[in-house]
């Protein structure tokens, strides 16, 4: 008996209008269906497109104060699924169950970081006055806000796109990837308990190219929140400009991860395992390229085989488990073409299956490593996104930083030195949206912003300040008498 899990519309659990709907597999127990979700076409996106409005009028004029309320009791709610939840993702997403802790986690951390800054938030408008004249920056809701987000953190992102988006007073009609819809059909059920009114969340499953597609489309959304792949932000961009819809587009990276001869190399070792093998490697700040200098390139490589050797790869919710599957099929085949290619463009593959076998139970990958990777080969500049480090060896630290910014994307960086003037000259140069020194690619905190440059990026970023910021209009207000 397979359960089915409906849409969350202007407050009703439904069905799409057409009674279409598409499994959802536990990529580690290939063929294992976790539940049937909806498959939406327009019709039903334009009934959430509606509650979301009708919702708005009354949404946006309550007080600050209610909506912190209502997402301070999300928050709680959240706290309290923290373990079914935990159990969704990686039951959807194949990660292990303490990397699922770890994202639900950071999802609270982040909530509650935008609950106490809202206030502070509104304080910074004004007003001042001189010669009778009054004036200040109001801050008005954009509107109806569409979210996009993708399967490798499927309730963090939302999180993180959804809660600032109703504390500024939007409300939202949300799709979730079609990979891992159970945890934002989850998510629904907690804004319901939460005791949202009807219609402020909307969430709806069903195919990117046809109901993300009409999403980004639709005249009454008014901004898309979307992460996901950069292919598929630049086709959100152009479809956006027909009405002008405004949008953050967090995209992808090929994250480089710098070791120098005068690091810690135990640290800058744990690093590049946690940044690139972490939820399988399929996170857009994961490290995938390891720069290393020459001199202690050979012995960090041996050190590093050696950990991927020793990895458990399996389910998830094994807790002697290091390393879960890829995410689906999709990934699955993807990844494994990437080293295949690496491969045939002369990479050598320092670890990992050879042949990798088809595995009969999940999508299983061993950690990957793939040495001599030069700038002209694939592995070099297309993010694999998957459990796979390209090694490249330099010089200096020039050719280092030359190396790292020789790539379409920006979005995340590190380097390991103890030197301070070789730390700095790699903040000044790296062309990145975040640039760590000492601390793996993946590390953030919610008060710092969190986006790309270059192609891993449009728009302002996610948390900090910029990410209530992108949820509002500015009305200057001059008020005379
Ligand atoms: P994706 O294929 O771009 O999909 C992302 C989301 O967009 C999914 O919900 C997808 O729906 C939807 N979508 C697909 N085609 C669409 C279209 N034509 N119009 C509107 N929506 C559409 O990316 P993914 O494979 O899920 O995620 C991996 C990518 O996300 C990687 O490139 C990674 O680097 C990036 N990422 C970036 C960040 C960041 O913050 N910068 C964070 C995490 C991930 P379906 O699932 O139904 O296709
Ligand atoms: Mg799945």
Excluded at 179 to 191: D, E, I, K
Excluded at 278 to 295: I, V
Aim: glycine fraction near 10%; charge should be negative.
């Amino acid at each position: 008996m397979i359960d089915t899990f409906s849409n969350f519309i202007g407050g009703c659990w439904k069905a799409s209008l057409s009674g279409a709907a598409f499994d959802n597999e536990n990529p580690a127990h290939r063929r294992r269906v976790l539940g049937r979700f909806q498959s939406s076409a327009a019709d039903d996106l334009d009934d959430a497109v509606d509650a979301a409005a009708s919702a708005f009028a009354a949404w946006r004029r309550r007080p600050v104060a209610e909506r912190q309320q209502l997402v301070g009791e999300f928050l709680r709610v959240l706290d309290l699924s923290r373990h079914e939840l935990a159990r969704i993702v990686t039951l959807e997403n194949g990660k292990t169950i303490r990397e699922s802790y770890a994202e639900v986690d950071s999802a609270l951390v982040e909530g509650s970081h935008h609950l106490h800054q809202i206030s502070a938030f509104y304080s910074h408008t004004g007003p001042a006055a001189s010669g009778g004249m009054t004036t200040w920056v109001q801050y008005e809701p954009v509107g109806v806000v569409g979210v996009i987000s993708p399967w490798n953190f499927p309730m963090n992102v939302m999180c993180r796109k959804t809660l600032p988006a109703l504390l500024t007073g939007n409300t939202v009609v949300f799709k979730p990837a079609s990979f891992t819809p159970w945890s934002g059909v989850f998510m629904a059920g907690l804004f319901e308990r939460a005791g949202f009114p009807r219609g402020v969340f909307n969430c709806l499953t069903g195919a990117g190219s046809s109901l993300g597609d009409g999403l980004v489309r639709h005249p009454g959304i008014r901004a898309v929140s979307f992460t996901g792949s950069t292919a598929v932000g630049r086709t959100i961009q152009v479809k956006a400009a027909e009405h002008l819809t405004r949008t953050q587009l967090e995209l992808g990276g090929k994250n480089a991860l710098i070791v120098m001869d005068d690091a810690d190399q135990h640290a800058a070792l744990d690093a590049a395992v946690t940044a690139g093998f972490s939820n399988a490697g399929q996170w857009c700040t994961s490290t995938s390229r390891l720069l290393l200098h020459r001199p202690i390139a050979a012995s960090f490589v041996a050190a590093l085989v050696d950990r991927c050797e020793r990895m458990v790869v399996g389910d998830g919710l094994d807790e002697a488990t290091d390393m879960g599957p890829v995410a689906g099929p999709k990934q699955f085949d993807a990844v494994r073409a990437a080293i295949r290619l690496a491969q045939a463009e002369g990479a050598r593959l320092l670890a990992g299956a050879v042949p990798l076998p088809d595995s009969p139970e999940g999508y299983f990958i061993r950690p990957t490593v793939l040495g001599d990777v030069t700038p002209r080969m694939t592995a070099f500049h297309e993010e694999i996104f998957g459990p796979v480090l390209s090694i490249c060896e330099f010089g200096s630290l020039n050719e280092a930083i030359e190396l790292a910014n020789d790539s379409m994307y920006g979005l995340s960086s590190a380097i390991f030195t103890t030197s301070l003037s070789t730390a700095r000259s790699y903040i000044d140069n790296i062309d990145a949206g975040l640039a760590h020194v000492n601390v793996h690619t993946g590390y953030k905190e919610p008060w710092m912003p969190f986006g790309g440059v270059k192609q891993s990026g449009c728009g302002v970023p996610e948390n900090s300040e910029t990410g209530l910021e992108f949820f509002v209009d500015r009305k200057a207000v001059y008020l005379r008498g």
